[in-house]
């Protein structure tokens, strides 16, 4: 499970957005250390692992997609008592796919193996609120597909930043994409931290000259 609440993403977490004092500045792609996080670099190496292709999530998709979101939801041991405590934290709302703000990530075959769901919170800030995995599939690369993804269509609609509330199982996989944490917050149903991936504008296409020159 990748978000939301047991997983990697930000949905009903009740968190506080707000930055505390002390913590890391919004805007700054630096990890620990100091050094800079390049969103590219962080996720260049994931050209891809497993043929995996992604398109916006249909209406016919909701029955595999609310099959995923269970059972990664689930495959968590540690989440897995608290969730079956509480049933509504394993019903998936699924008014993203009508918005058009899922997307999917396709096997060869057709079959849908994970999906990503985003929010614009304003003008330059996308918040992504679902990234799930379907256990069979998970670690062949398809969470790093679907962030890449999102990099792309954010970056061509003047995307500055993505942001994620992130609990404990999510950490290591938001920061080998690149991202870095910004503050801290509590969930629902434990602690978590607001992490984000600064963008960098798209690069400009060559002007004619310049391409000459470079023939």
């Known amino acids: 499970m990748l978000a939301r609440e047991g997983g990697r993403g930000g949905r009903e977490l009740g968190c506080p957005w707000a930055t505390r004092g002390g913590s890391r500045r919004r805007g700054e792609n630096v990890d620990r250390r100091g050094r800079t996080i390049d969103a590219d670099q962080a996720l ?4 891809w692992v497993t043929p995996i292709n992604v398109r916006s999530a249909l209406a016919g998709d909701r029955p595999a997609l609310r099959r995923i ?3 990664a939801s689930l495959s968590n041991a540690g989440d897995r008592d608290v969730l079956l405590a509480h049933p509504d934290a394993l019903e998936w709302p699924d008014s993203g796919v009508a918005d058009g703000r899922t997307r999917v990530a396709i096997t060869a075959d ?3 193996v994970g999906f990503i769901t985003s929010l614009s919170t304003d003008s330059s800030v996308l ?3 679902d990234l799930f995995v379907d256990p069979d599939w998970m670690r062949r690369g398809v969470a790093r597909r679907l962030i890449g993804d999102l990099v792309q269509t954010a970056r061509l609609a003047g995307i500055a930043r993505i942001e994620v509330t992130a609990n404990p199982h999510a950490d290591g996989f ?7 944490v910004f503050d801290e917050c509590e969930t629902r149903f434990g602690p978590a931290v607001r992490m984000q991936l600064v963008l960098s504008a798209p690069a400009a296409p060559a002007s ?3 391409a000459d020159r470079h023939d």
């Open 208 to 210: 004619p000259q310049t």
């Open 127 to 129: 918040e992504v609120l």
């Open 110 to 112: 057709g079959a849908a």
């Open 69 to 71: 979101f269970r059972r």
């Open 174 to 180: 938001y920061r080998s994409a690149g991202f870095v």
């Open 44 to 47: 260049s190496h994931i050209r």
